[in-house]
């Protein structure tokens, strides 16, 4: 079992929709969950941190997370084609240390 | 605009070059990243320093040396590199706990000839 797992898509919505991206992972004590937007050709870029349960907002993102389940998710409202990239879920197992682990990665595509 | 400066943006070098990509941060992180990244993947880890000090090694090919002279530089020197060493190289910092994000630079891309 992958420690970090996305469907790597593509996922497509149209623009003005939620897009709801989705991972899970397989360590049940780590803290620390992170995404990153990657835009083709650039680097990661952190959009989010989430370490409670529960949703995190800031601006058109809700990161929420569920330790019980092992799943933290991004929501991006009204999306717009510039949201189109690679979204890695990261996290920080916790007996690798200093030490993020990714996810393949999903790839989203908003339609105008 | 990135608070992680890598260079040089693009790099092009034979088989038999030496040369160095060079990462510098002024954010106070104590913890600096080596990443390799290919087309379609995510990032891979090669290296982790921490307080100057390797603290990780990826089993990563000794044709690759890292070297961080301070707290806010990291090198990668290369030497004879393959071909399937071309690839997107990121360099990263965070703060040393382990609940810290990273934040990473815009990259080198390297191409191998």
């Known amino acids: 079992q992958k420690e970090v797992e996305q469907n790597s898509g593509p996922l497509s919505v149209p623009e003005g929709a939620i897009a709801s991206l989705n991972c899970t992972y397989s360590d049940r004590v780590s803290q620390s969950f992170f995404w990153y937007r990657q835009y083709s050709g650039k680097s990661p870029e952190l959009i989010m941190s989430i370490y409670s349960n529960g949703d995190k907002e800031d601006g058109r993102f809700t990161a929420q997370l569920n330790k019980a389940s092992q799943y933290v998710s991004l929501l991006i409202r009204d999306s717009q084609p510039s949201d189109s990239a690679t979204y890695l879920c990261?996290?920080?197992?916790?007996?690798?240390?200093?030490?993020?682990?990714f996810g393949a990665g999903t790839i989203l595509r908003v339609k105008s | 605009d990135t608070e992680v400066t890598q260079t040089p943006k693009h790099l092009v070098m034979g088989m038999t070059n030496k040369k160095s990509l060079k990462c510098e941060q002024h954010?106070?992180?104590?913890?600096m990243y080596w990443y390799k990244q290919k087309a379609k993947k995510p990032p891979e880890l090669m290296f982790v320093?921490?307080?100057?000090?390797?603290?990780i090694n990826e089993s990563v090919p000794s044709r690759f040396s890292p070297e961080c002279p301070n707290s806010s530089l990291l090198n990668l020197h290369l030497h004879a590199l393959q071909p399937e060493d071309s690839a997107l190289y990121l360099c990263a910092s965070s703060q040393v706990a382990n609940n810290q994000p990273q934040h990473f630079g815009d990259g080198t891309r390297l191409s191998i000839l």
């Open positions: 990261a996290v920080n197992i916790m007996e690798y240390g200093n030490k993020l682990v």
């Open positions: 954010m106070g992180h104590r913890a």
């Open positions: 320093y921490s307080y100057e000090k390797l603290s």
